[in-house]
Every structure is written in C-alpha cells, then in structure tokens.
C-alpha cells in the first residue's frame, strides 16, 4: 500500500512526488488506495492525478503495438474505476486518454493510406507501408521488442519534431526526398486495388474524404494479409521508429490533457464577463474553485452580491473556509499554489451573503441567477452535484430563475446510468448525529447523502472550458471526446 | 423543545437566578463600581479621539482604520451602554448564548453594516439578558423574555401559552394606583411595558398578537365598577379559559383529527419540529398505528433532533436527515405533516425557514402536504414572499465553534443572514387540519373571520 509519508497526510502533491521514486506497480496501488480512503478527492484532483499515472503507465510501458498499450490502459483504468466508481472523472480521463492513442494511431495510418493512395507510382514503398500499418496491430514478436529496445536507447534521427505527427513525413513533408517523385494523382492502378485484402478505393472522392473506407474498421481489426518479402532491417526499424513516435505523441497527449485540467477554470472564468452583470444577486452552493474563479473574473469589472448556500454537512466547513479566505489548500485536497492562494469574494468588493441551506426558498425570489458547481456532469444533461443542489435548483425552476452549471469539460461522463440513485454516496452519518447525541444514535436512522442529482430539465445552461451550451447538447460534446468503443471499457457486459 | 403543555408555569425562578451571582467568568475580580469607572475611562478616550479627528483634518495614523466608523456609531453605542448601565445595579449580562462570550471591555464600534440589505427592515437589536429590561418588566415576564431569546421557550403555541400565563401572573400581582381604574390603567401603564419587553427579546409571534390583541380587548371590556379584585380573577379565567380552547382543546381536536390521516404502513415526513406534528404523531402511536417517520431537519436550531428523540423514545421508527437529504428522502414518503408559525389570509403558510423547501420537493413529488394549524395562528396579513415580513435571528447563531467564521465581522463585505421563516406557496398545501375541521388554504380568511366574529 501506499509508503510511509513523512509527516504528511498524503495528498494529491503527496502522490505526484511519489510517483517519480516508486515503480509504476506500486504507484497504481497507491493511487487505488488513495481514492478508496477518500484522501484524493474530488474531481479535479481525481483527474489530475489519473493523468499522471496514465502518463506513467504510457511512458513505462514497453508497448509494441497500440493494441496492447490501449488493453494495458483500459486494465489500469478499470481498476482505479472499481476503486471509487463514483468520481466519475477517472473514467473520463482514462476515456480520454484512450481515444486519444486511438487517435493518434488512426491519424498515423490514416497518413499511410493517404499517402499510399497519393503514392501510387512507387509501389514498393507503399506496399511496405501498408505491410507495417498492419504490423504495428500485430507485429511479428519476435523482434519487435528488441527493436524497441534499441530505439530507446539510440532514439532515430528521422523524426524528433513531436508536433509533426507523420513518420513517413509524405503527406505534409513535402519537402522530403521520398515525396518528391510524386506522380500525377489521377492515375489509377488496378492492381493495387487490393492490399491486405481490403479494397482500396481510388477515387477522386477517397483523395478529398477524410477518412478512408478501409480507417472504418475499429483498429485491431485489421489484419496483415499480404506478407511479402521486404527488408525485414528497414522494416523493424521503421516500426520501431514509428511507435517510438507515436509514444512520444501520446505522451504530449496526456500532457496537454493535464495542462487543461489545469488551466481549465480560467478558461471558464473567460466566459464570466458574459454572465454577470452589475447590481446582479447570484446564489451559489458549496465551495468550489471555479465557481469562485468564474465570480472573481466577474468581480474584476462589475459589482454585484453573492449569496452562498453552506452545503451543511460535508461541506460547510470548505464553503465557510472559502467565505472567510482561509482556504489553506484543505479545498481540494492538495496544494496546488493557485488555490491556495484563491481570495475570496468578498476581497474583491463583492458583497458575500452566507445562508443555511434551508433559507434558500426565502431568498429566491430576489436571486437573478444561480450558478452551481458540479462533481460530474452525465451525458443526458444532468448533473451530480453536492447534496442539496437539486433543492436550490427546484426552488430557482420555482421562481423562474436561472439556473447555469459551471464545470470543465473534463466532467463531463460519457455514461449513462438507468438509475441515479446509484450515482449517490452516503457520507458519514456522525455529521449529522454525532456521540454526544447519545441514545440517538442508536435509535435513529440517519441518512447523509453526499451528493444529488439534478436532472437537466432543471439546468438552463452549461459554461464548459468550451463555451456555453444548453443540457441537451452536452450529448455533442460527449461525442467529440470520447469514443464510442471506450463509452464502457470498465464493464465489459455492456459491450455490444 | 417546550412542547404547549410543558410550558414554564414555575420554571422562571431558576432564569432568575442567575443575576445574583453576577459575573460570570470574564473577570470576576471587578466589582461594578470598577466596571462603571473603567468604562469611563473608555469613553473619554474615544471621545478625545473622535475630538481630534474632527479638529485634524487627516485622521489620526495609527488608528486610521477604525476611527471612521466610529464617528458615525460611536454616540450610538455610547449611548446604549449608558441606558444599560442606568438600568441595573449588577450591570452584566446572562451568559445565554454559548457562542457570545460576554466580555467586560465593550466592543469595539463596528467597521461596517453586517446587515443583509433584503432585510435591512427586519433587524432589531435583541435584548440578550436582563441588562436594559425596564424596571417596569414583571420578573415572571423578564424569565420569559430570556427564554424566549435562548428558545428554551420555541414554537408559535408554546410561546403563546407561556406569554399568557405570565400576563396571567402580572395581572395578578397588579393593584391599580389609586385614581385610576383597572380597564384605562392595566393595558396602557403595565401590560404593554411587559410586551414592549417580550417584543425586545425576540419578535412577537402572530399568534401572541392576536392573543394580545384579545387580552387588550377582554381587559376594556371589564365593567369599570367591578371590584378589582373581582376583574382580576375574572381577567385570569378568562386566560385559562382562551388558553384551554384556543390551543389545548384545539390540539387535541387537531392531533385527533390528524391522527386519523395516518393509516397502517404510511411514513411521514415532517420538517423541524412543531408540537402539534408531535401530538398527532404521539396520537396515531397510541392508537396502535404502524407507521414511520422522516424528519427533515436544519441549522442552525436542529429542532427537529428533540422531535427525533421522543419519537424514537416511543418505539417509532424514525429516519433523521437534514435539507441535504430532502430530496432522497421524499420519495420514501407518503404523506407531509407541517405545522405552522401562521397562516397568511392568502392561504400561505409561514413558518421556519425551510418548511417551503419540504412543500415544493412533496408537491414534485405529489405528496399530499397537510398542514397542522390552531386558527389563533391565523391572520389577516398577507404575505407574497418571506422577504417582506420575516423574522431576523442574530448571524451569530450561524458560526461555529472553532470554524473559519468566527471572525466573521472582521472581514469586509461578508454578511451571514439567518432568516427564521419562510413563505409556502398556497398551491402546496393540500390541507390545514384545524380544529374547526379540515380546510383548504383558500379558506383561511373566512375561518380567521369567523373565529374572530365569534370572539366578538
């Protein structure tokens, strides 16, 4: 389990350190403790530190071919998941990062086809290419690895530009010598119409589509047919170059998928100035940085109040730390120097209302908008949310008030459970009733949820990292991170 | 707490106690007269800072920060202390409240208005011990008023009967100076002293204002030549008498009444704590009824743990959550029991902030939600939103021991707001139980006009 921390009650800052010193093994029980005692928590945290393991996972792992690295992937995954299924964020984030190697897998063959189909005069070069985008899904392992050994060791010279995602360089790098005998591109040639017996069209139409028929088949799927004879050198070192690349690729693909969990509440805040305007009463509920950071942004040109919900029992003490300024990194759990430092509101000049939870009703009627936060955010537009939250937006749908979300996209889940209720934890109950209750607490049954849904009929806007949306089309955005096949790797029998 | 039966008939000695044994903790070496001239002291020195300020046009350096402010609350703090320490020879408060340390050193004048500007009509300084009562305050009525403001006295109909029971006892110590009758003199020169100083301690509830404004006009129809004793008795009867019908007989009719709602297998969900909710509950036990109960509780008075804790005492099965629970627990309900702080004349229901949240999740829910009411706690007013007429309870309530807000008042801008009430929607309610039968909420006017007609 996790290694003894010297006089630190381990964090999330308290796992990024680790994770340079221990193994990966150990680092990914660690974090797999670390959330199901709770000490990570949240989503922000949850997610960055999901991404820093993947990141070691990838960077530690010595993959041969994207198949095995996307399964290595989906195993972490699915046991952070099974470690705490409900911060939901970790599965995004492992979604994320595996379409994203499917990504930049398909965008490394997609350049092959291409160029293949632009390349038609030199047939040699293209069948070798096509031999290898079928090689890298299942490549002879008999060599492989050991290719891969030496191309840790002495990285190849051809590409080192991490941006540039081709390997083979023809279809941007035109100023390579291998592009430069290109011939005309109409010319067809009947002959390599099948290549590892997948039709190839050669159409004008092919040439202009983006993706490929043959790019259609999930990756995986397709099979080396034809192995010819080819320079089994060249070839080893191509494929080792090539993942080597694609390694390296998806490594900055994580990387940009931590720096926008990082940068992810300005990026939101972007949009306050939009929002707010001035003499305006916003409620909020619970503590939450970006919520805090959306207000600040606001707070920079206008005036207006802000009535803040406690969110007793789980968090007024966070909600009242953050009210009051003293928020000493005890927020979110780690201490990150940006939220350690947030001001609060009213330091701005904002007047800050503090209210009980149950007040709420009263107040409404002179509340303009309600802004909330979120723990994670459900495809149909609904949202999981710090208890009490569905009551605050039930009264504010009561009152015709609106009601806007603020949440990075990174919230935002691709599943879709049939039934809330199981999305819901229960907190301690002794918040609520404690020991010096005495015979109470025997007697009585006690329910502390810690979290509400909030169905998205009672939601009129989402501000993402992306802009601002109304519930229905989150299901939009959830397609465009996620893919479809990853929507639920953790449990296999939902796979169709 | 006090439930309408259990109200302090006796228990106002021991209240009364505690100003014998005057300092409390802070300094218990300082006799008053050091106090006295400390305070003194004090002031002179804030008066010369203020003369100095005034004559310099820059403010003083080192004091910079506070001194404005001073200047606009400084005469008005000064002179509160002076009324209060005219009043009592032991001039310290009764430590009541646990969160407000009494200190000795006066306060210090506040940097900025801590009050929220929705309410800003509603504050009204509270009168936190006997120190400032006037000397007309009858001690049973100096209990009370203290009670009142601890809430160890909470509730519309524990309030009510307590209030009466006390104008009960200042009627009967009172004699009528001579050239005076009782009818002109009893209302004006000593009943309303003693509302004046319930009304300092916390707001008068609707309910004691209509059980004042009955009194006031039992007491200007008594015959100016019956014997005083003869109007005193009389006067006392007639208490015990509007007590026993108003709200003993009425909460029995209604719990009764109440009771026969709840059926075999039904769970009730009820919010904070209203005695009238617990009578009936108690009642449908009694009668050997299976049923369990919610209860949706808040901060900051958590008055539904009393509720809780006798249910539970009976055998009851009882589930405890607060407003972060509701809208898990509401679909485990079958029936909503509410009792009331009022009834509005447009059918909206006042009564703890909160008690609207329960009503709009049950009404989501198509729970029916009754509402268990004595039409003495009817009114003619009428209420749109909670904002208007409310109740404001010190912010103070709202810190914790030990949390991040006890400093509250020190940081710019930043306001706590503890409102008592709230409104409830008249579409919310399907029912009121009263004792004189089961109405809707439309029917609130005419049930108030009649019971008045009736009063004459």
Known sequence: MSPPQSGHAPNLSVFKKSLRAQSLESSIENLISLLKRRQIKNSRPCAIATAELLLRVVARFRWTDIGKLLARIQEVGQRLIQAQPREMVVGNIVRRVLGMIRDEAKEDRHEDMSDSASNMGSPHRRLERATLSGLRDQPPPTFSPLRLDSSKTTPPTINTDKDSDDVFGSSVGGSRPQSSHRPPMLTSHPSYAHLNGIPVQQSMFNLLSATPSPLSTPPGAVSPAGKTTFDAANLAYRVAASSKDLKAEVISGIEEIIDELDQVDDQIAAYAQEHIHSNEVILTHSSSVSVQKFLLKAAEKRKFTVIVAESYPNDHEATHAAVTGKLNGGLDGDDMSTEKFLKPLSSAGITVILMTDAAIFAIMSRVNKVILATHAVIANGGLIAAAGARIIAKAAKVHRTPVIVVSGVYKLSPEYPFEFESLIEYGDPGSIIGYHDGALVENLEVDNPVYDYVPPELVDLYITNLGAHAPSYLYRIVADHYKQEDINFHNPELLF | ?456
Request: hydrophobic letters at 40%.
């Open chain 2, 1 to 456: 707490m006090s439930s309408s039966e259990a109200t302090p008939v006796e228990s106002p000695k021991p209240v009364e106690a505690p100003p014998k044994q005057s300092q409390p903790d802070a300094a218990p070496k300082l006799s008053g007269a050091e106090i006295k001239k400390q305070k003194a002291a004090e002031k002179a020195a804030r008066r010369a800072q203020a003369a100095k300020e005034k004559q310099g046009g820059a403010p003083a350096p080192p004091l910079a920060s506070p001194a404005p402010a001073q200047k606009g609350d400084g005469p008005k703090a000064q002179k509160s202390q002076q009324k209060r320490r005219g009043s009592m020879s032991t001039p310290k408060d009764i430590p009541i409240r646990s969160q407000k340390g009494i200190v000795v050193i006066p306060e210090e004048p506040k940097k900025e208005d801590k009050t929220v500007e929705f309410f800003r009509h509603l504050y009204k300084p509270r009168m936190k011990g006997l120190a400032g009562a006037g000397k007309d305050a009858h001690p049973a009525v100096l209990a009370l008023g203290i009670q009142m403001s601890n809430y160890s006295i909470c509730g519309s109909s524990a309030r009510l009967v307590a209030t009466l029971q006390a104008f009960k006892r200042v009627i009967e110590s009172y004699t009528t100076p001579p050239g005076n009758t009782l009818t002109r003199h009893l209302t004006s020169h000593v009943l309303s002293p003693q509302i004046e100083y319930i009304a300092s301690c916390r707001p008068i509830s609707i309910s004691m204002g209509n059980a004042i404004r009955w009194l006031k006009l039992e007491i200007s129809k008594v015959d100016i030549d019956t014997p005083e004793a003869d109007a005193k008795k009389a006067l006392c009867e007639g208490i015990d008498v509007f007590i026993r019908e108003r709200v003993t007989f009425a909460d029995q009719v209604i719990a009764n009444s109440a009771a026969e709602k709840i059926r075999d297998g039904d769970v009730i969900l009820t919010y904070a704590k209203s005695s009238i909710v617990q009578h009936a509950l108690v009642k449908a036990h009694e009668d050997g009824k299976k049923f369990g109960v919610i209860v949706v509780d808040s901060r900051p008075l958590h008055e539904g743990k009393h509720l809780a804790a006798a249910l539970a005492g009976l055998g009851i099965e009882v589930k405890y959550c607060l407003t972060n629970g509701l809208s898990h627990n509401i679909q485990d309900a079958t029936k909503v029991f509410l009792g009331a702080h009022a009834m509005m004349s447009n059918g909206r229901l006042f009564s703890r902030a909160g008690t609207a949240l329960v009503a709009m999740e049950a009404n989501d829910n198509d729970k029916p939600v009754l509402v268990l009411c004595e039409t003495i706690k009817f009114t003619e007013r009428v209420a749109l939103d909670s904002i208007v007429h409310n109740e404001i309870a010190p912010p103070d309530e709202l810190v914790i021991t030990g949390g991040a807000l006890e400093a509250w008042r020190d940081i710019p801008h930043l306001q706590l707001c503890n409102p008592m009430y709230d409104v409830t929607p008249a579409e919310y309610i399907q029912m009121i139980v009263t004792e004189s039968g089961n109405v809707p909420p439309t029917s609130v006017p005419v049930l108030h006009r009649l019971g008045n007609e009736s009063q004459g």
